[in-house]
């Protein structure tokens, strides 16, 4: 007489997705992507009814050598590198990396009076933002016909 083994439940092969909240808090928790230019500079934004101010955590760079601000199309772009080396004795150091950041600017911004000042390793851009933006503009739609002309 032979004896059967108990029938073993059948384990997937592939595990449980995490739950999706999870994938975001991840996700959040990431440092800075890397660009092809460099690291992304960390930003603070601050918005208020006729000024965008943006804050730039850029310690330990010479604005005037190391960071190049400009603006195209309605972008801000924000380049710095840094380059440090210490020397001590037959020992030396260095420290080194660019860093990337650009962000859209908002309707009205004038990118003709953009200022930027830096103390204590902040760049600070301030752009003014007139209230006189280009309005919203609607776009007819026109109907066509199987013939390809056009009706209105």
Same mark, same amino acid.
């Not at 020992?91 to 600017?105: A, K, Q, V």
């Given at each position: 007489?032979?004896? *059967?083994?108990? $029938?073993?439940?059948? %384990? +997937?092969? !592939?595990?449980? @997705?995490?739950?999706w909240s999870? *994938?975001?808090? $991840?996700?959040?928790? %990431? +440092?800075? !992507?890397?660009s @092809?230019?460099?690291?992304?500079?960390?930003?603070e934004?601050?918005?208020?009814?006729?000024?965008?101010?943006?804050?730039?955590e850029?310690?330990g760079?010479?604005?005037?050598?190391?960071?190049?601000?400009?603006?195209?199309?309605?972008?801000?772009?924000?380049?710095?590198?840094?380059?440090?080396?210490?020397?001590?004795?037959?020992?030396?150091?260095?420290?080194?990396?660019?860093?990337?950041?650009?962000?859209?600017?908002?309707?009205?911004?004038k990118?003709?009076?953009?200022?930027?000042?830096?103390?204590?390793?902040?760049?600070t851009?301030?752009?003014?933002?007139?209230?006189?933006?280009?309005?919203?503009?609607?776009?007819?739609?026109?109907?066509?016909?199987?013939?390809?002309?056009?009706?209105?």
């Amino acid at each position: 007489m032979s004896t *059967l083994s108990p $029938r073993q439940a059948i %384990m +997937p092969t !592939w595990p449980a @997705l995490p739950d999706w909240s999870d *994938l975001v808090a $991840r996700f959040e928790s %990431m +440092p800075p !992507w890397k660009s @092809l230019e460099g690291h992304m500079i960390r930003v603070e934004e601050h918005f208020a009814e006729d000024c965008y101010t943006i804050k730039a955590e850029l310690p330990g760079v010479d604005p005037a050598k190391d960071v190049d601000i400009s603006v195209r199309d309605g972008m801000l772009t924000i380049k710095a590198e840094r380059s440090e080396k210490h020397k001590e004795g037959t020992r030396s150091e260095f420290h080194y990396g660019s860093f990337y950041r650009s962000m859209p600017l908002p309707p009205g911004a004038k990118e003709d009076d953009i200022d930027a000042t830096y103390g204590d390793g902040i760049l600070t851009v301030t752009v003014p933002v007139s209230e006189s933006a280009t309005p919203e503009r609607h776009v007819e739609i026109t109907k066509t016909t199987s013939a390809g002309s056009s009706e209105s």
